[in-house]
């Protein structure tokens, strides 16, 4: 299974930013697709992840500022980034959280991370 992620950049304070992600290879059924970030000196921290069903989970210092959405049949994830912040800069990962077969355990995947910049 492979990621790839997209949509990285330098942006303003307040500016937005569409971060996308689409999962090739062979995957059975998808538990979650989501996001995480890694700022310099810090752990990777959950950004969102979202459920084949809709199901969203935000971590507190992005609500009401990201969204995340997702097309699970095309694998696809998406972050959109808004009123973003300078401690929103960091390398942003998408992961897929999956079963490459019926009988296989859950396994999660990453993808190689984009870079964000928030700065004036």
């Known amino acids: 299974v492979q990621l790839q992620a997209s949509g990285g950049g330098l942006v303003q304070p307040g500016g937005s930013l569409r971060l996308s992600c689409v999962a090739s290879g062979s995957i059975y059924s998808i538990i979650y697709m989501g996001w995480y970030r890694q700022a310099p000196g810090k752990q990777r921290e959950l950004v969102a992840i979202i459920t084949p069903a809709g199901t969203t989970n935000y971590a507190e210092s992005v609500k009401g500022r990201f969204t995340i959405s997702g097309d699970n049949a095309k694998k696809l994830v998406y972050l959109q980034m808004s009123s973003l912040k300078p401690e929103d800069t960091a390398v942003y990962y998408c992961?897929?959280?999956?079963?490459?077969?019926?009988?296989?355990?859950?396994?999660?995947?990453w993808g190689q991370g984009t870079q964000v910049t928030v700065s004036s």
């Open positions: 992961n897929v959280r999956a079963k490459t077969r019926s009988y296989s355990p859950e396994s999660t995947y």
